[in-house]
Nanobody, 129 residues
Framework: QVQLVQSGGGLVQAGGSLRLSCVAA????????MAWFRQAPGKEREFVAG??????????DYAESVKGRFTISTDNAKNTVYLQMNSLKPEDTAVYYC????????????????????WGQGTQVTVSS
C-alpha cells in the first residue's frame, strides 16, 4: 500500500503564494510519476501539474492555466512532491489532490485521473479577490 499525506493550503489573497506538500509513505518503491490535480465545486477533477522520472524519460508538465505560475518539484530521497503556487488567482480556488502511480510514460506525464492509483486526502486552497 501507498499512503499520500498532504499539507499546506489555506486562504490567500489574489497575487499571493502557497506551497503544497505531499509525502508518500508505505511501499513507495517504483513510484515514477507524481502529480497534482484540483477539483472545484461542481467541476470534474482536472490535471494541474505532474513530474515523471523513470530512466531516460523525465518530464514536467503543466496545465495551460497554471504555466508560468506553478512549479512542481520532487525530493525523491524523502518521497515528497511539492507544488509551489505563485500569482494565485480566484479561479485557482479548489480542493487540491496529489496523486502517484508505479509507472511512467515515454510520451509525457499522465494527465488522466484514471492513470493514478494512489491519492492524497485533498487540501483546500481558497484565493480571495
Amino acid at each position: 500500500q501507498v499512503q499520500l499525506v498532504q499539507s499546506g493550503g489555506g486562504l490567500v489573497q489574489a497575487g499571493g503564494s502557497l506551497r503544497l506538500s505531499c509525502v508518500a509513505a508505505g511501499r513507495t518503491f517504483s513510484i515514477y510519476t507524481m502529480a497534482w490535480f484540483r477539483q472545484a465545486p461542481g467541476k470534474e477533477r482536472e490535471f494541474v501539474a505532474g513530474h515523471s522520472w523513470r530512466v531516460a524519460y523525465t518530464y514536467y508538465d503543466y496545465a495551460e492555466s497554471v504555466k508560468g505560475r506553478f512549479t512542481i518539484s520532487t525530493d525523491n530521497a524523502k518521497n515528497t512532491v511539492y507544488l509551489q503556487m505563485n500569482s494565485l488567482k480566484p479561479e485557482d480556488t479548489a480542493v487540491y489532490y496529489c496523486a502517484a502511480v508505479r509507472d511512467a510514460s515515454m510520451y509525457g506525464v499522465f494527465r488522466s485521473v484514471d492513470d493514478y492509483a494512489y491519492w492524497g486526502q485533498g487540501t483546500q486552497v481558497t484565493v480571495s479577490s
